[in-house]
């Protein structure tokens, strides 16, 4: 059933400040390149990026573009260098010196997955990517969009996408305690699956990892610290750079 305006407004406003607080790091785990550690086989299911990751090896030129909402521009960390896809950006140039990476990020608030397909031909093709990981479900879920109308509006992009040559990653909705039992995210959740298993399309499963990371006590999604909020999403968000890159980087 779709939410009462008002309350599908609050939710708005829910899903934009959501706190994200992370526990303190056990020392061994600082040593290490990413202090939020992924579950064992995590994304190994997952249809592998082989053009993304071959030309991450050779040294190539490679151009990814992300499309998403508050949690892709990086918003509770205060912006642009600190979101994931900066820090993505960052871990690949790392571990790849030879390769000339560059990550547009192309994220706008409350973006939905029209709002991005709408802005695929302009914005996105003209760059020439070698991938666009796509974070899309979380306004759909919000605003209670017709599921169906959502399936085909992604599929759509997907096939724009490939169509130019440009491999395509799909990103879940992030997972935070308090926005989870007053949204329902599982019908979008399951277009994602849906449509990778049908178009062989791989899903970053944020949702799930950030759950297992909240469960697993590597992140505290209960805490309310106003003045620790955008410290934590900072790291946060820092994780997220490095668990994409592995992701990207598969073979």
Not at 20 to 49: I, M
Not at 90 to 95: C, D, P, S, T
Request: charged share 25%; hydrophobic share 45%.
């Amino acid at each position: 059933m779709i939410a009462p305006l008002t309350s599908r407004r609050w939710a708005v406003a829910l899903v934009a400040t959501a706190g994200l607080a992370l526990l303190p790091a056990p020392r061994s785990a600082c040593a290490k390149e990413s202090a939020c550690p992924t579950p064992e086989g995590f994304g190994a299911f997952e249809t592998p990026l082989t053009k993304t990751a071959k030309a991450l090896a050779k040294g190539s030129d490679v151009v990814i573009v992300t499309l998403g909402g508050s949690s892709t521009v990086g918003t509770a960390a205060g912006g642009g260098d600190l979101s994931w896809p900066s820090r993505l950006g960052v871990v690949l140039a790392r571990r790849f010196p030879s390769a000339r990476v560059k990550v547009v990020n192309l994220a706008t608030p409350r973006q939905t997955a029209r709002d991005a397909a709408g802005r695929l031909a302009r914005e996105v093709v003209p760059l020439r990517p070698t991938l666009v990981i796509w974070e899309t479900g979380t306004m759909e879920a919000v605003r209670g969009t017709d599921v169906d109308d959502f399936r085909e509006t992604v599929q759509a992009g997907i096939d724009e996408l490939r169509g130019a040559g440009i491999e395509v990653a799909l990103m879940s909705s992030q997972f935070s305690r308090d926005t989870d039992p007053v949204i329902h995210f599982g019908p979008y959740l399951s277009v994602l699956r849906e449509l990778a298993d049908a178009g062989e399309v791989p899903v970053f499963n944020r949702y799930g990892l950030m759950r297992a990371w909240a469960e697993g006590g590597v992140l505290d999604l209960r805490t309310k610290d106003s003045d620790k909020r955008k410290q934590l999403a900072t790291r946060l968000y820092d994780c997220l750079g490095h668990a994409v890159a592995d992701f990207v980087a598969r073979r």
